[in-house]
């Protein structure tokens, strides 16, 4: 049995637009896990799903952050089952809710990652971190955040996009200051991805055939 309000809860998260954590796994500062645990908080407290690529590092911080206050975790892995995720490509199993195995190597699995949210931040990193941030700015629409003076390619985020002209519709929020960021990003992500229209919707469907299932005897859903 499943309560109203848990129910109502649960719907309203999984209807959210997921934000992402993205940046150095292999390579990272001690302050760059400081900063993506933080984030990974303001993530989850501001009610969004948090992805990473299912990796190490400051994407790792992150998840575990939006864990230690219950949010929800999902990984997008490269590998095609648990067993290569950790003893091919060296990732953990453990601080993610539901990990997704695409079996397309590290590059493939990028824009499946960056496809998966409408919002993104971006800690430290190197060329991965920079190809995730391609994928994400041109999928298009996307909230994008860069941790500036993090080190990495996020330093210079600002300066790429400012040197080319776009039509996707992506947009970037530089901030130094980690809280900071992620409030902006979590906020500009839900103005522009407002869920209340589809999860009434999507709420009335799923109660419409919990009605059929508890006059069947099946199922109950506890008031509150």
């Not at 990974?40 to 575990?64: K, M, N, S, W, Y």
């Amino acid at each position: 049995m499943i309560g109203k309000g848990q129910f109502d809860s649960m719907s309203s998260r999984l209807c959210t637009p997921a934000i992402g954590v993205f940046g150095g796994a292999s390579q990272y500062t001690d302050t760059q896990a400081i900063a993506a645990f933080q984030i990974g908080q303001v993530v989850a407290r501001e009610g969004f799903c948090l992805v990473t690529g299912a990796t190490t590092g400051a994407p790792l911080a992150a998840a575990i952050g939006a864990q230690s206050i219950g949010g929800l975790v999902i990984g997008i892995s490269p590998a095609d089952s648990p067993e290569t995720h950790v003893t091919r490509f060296g990732r953990p199993v453990s601080c993610h809710d539901v990990i997704i195995y695409t079996g397309m190597g590290v590059e493939g699995r990028q824009p499946v990652a960056v496809r998966s949210v409408k919002g993104a931040i971006f800690i430290g990193g190197e060329f991965g971190t920079l190809a995730e941030f391609a994928n994400a700015w041109t999928v298009g629409n996307n909230v994008l955040g860069a941790l500036k003076g993090s080190g990495g390619i996020s330093n210079h985020i600002e300066s790429i996009v400012a040197g080319v002209t776009s039509s996707y519709g992506s947009f970037l929020i530089v901030d130094d200051d980690p809280l900071r960021l992620a409030l902006s990003v979590c906020a500009a992500t839900r103005e522009r991805y407002p869920s209340k229209a589809y999860l009434d919707q999507e709420t009335s469907s799923v109660r419409s055939l919990q009605a059929v299932l508890h006059a069947a005897g099946l199922y109950e859903v506890l008031g509150d």
